[in-house]
């Protein structure tokens, strides 16, 4: 039997009034990919999307946190998601102060071993283990990817450059899973 729970991302749009009603922007439009700056500039985008485009994003936070030398966060909804990305990740992290790996482990021994920097934790059970998650911090303060798995291999979620966005994720994440993740 599984548990159904409320949309995580629904319940952080429930607390920003307009974010939810945002425009969709198709990141694929006109064959541009956008890049890291562009998403910045455009402060909050909202998107329905594949993995690939997701992956792409998240490889551009990514490589800002290990540039600048800034905290991860990034969640998986499996397992096997991480196992997909290990390598890459036991690199990202030997890099970065900080990092938290949250994935939807069933059990903790078959957890990535990584870095003694990162925390690996577990969001079985909760609304979380569907979310694609990356955030990292930049001058203003914590920033990133924030997604939903709708099923079909698509995504519905935003971008935001607002630290006041990225911190109640941060928030609701730190009240369930009941860590103290800091960026």
């Given amino acids: 039997m599984s548990q159904q729970y409320s949309s995580f991302i629904q319940e ?12 969709i922007t198709d990141l694929t439009d006109h064959n541009v990919l ?36 800034a905290p991860l966060l990034a969640t998986f909804e499996t397992s096997e998601r991480y196992k997909y990305v290990k390598d890459h990740y036991t690199e990202i992290l030997q890099k970065i102060p900080k990092s938290w790996i949250i994935g939807n482990f069933n059990n903790p021994l078959l957890a990535p071993q990584p870095p003694e920097s990162a925390e690996v934790i577990s969001c079985d059970g909760t609304n979380i283990s569907d979310m694609w998650i990356v955030v990292t911090r930049g001058p203003e303060g914590p920033f990133g990817l924030v997604a939903e798995n709708i099923g079909n291999d698509e995504y519905l979620g935003f971008f935001s450059y607002s630290p006041t966005v990225i911190s109640k994720v941060i928030q609701r994440i730190n009240e369930k899973l009941k860590i103290q993740i800091e960026i």
């Fill in 12 to 23: 952080i749009w429930s607390n920003f009034s307009g974010l939810a009603d945002t425009k």
């Fill in 34 to 69: 956008w890049r890291l700056s562009e998403y910045i500039d455009a402060g909050y985008v909202n998107f329905k999307e594949g993995r690939k485009e997701l992956y792409r994003l998240s490889i551009l936070l990514e490589n800002y946190a290990v540039k600048y030398n």
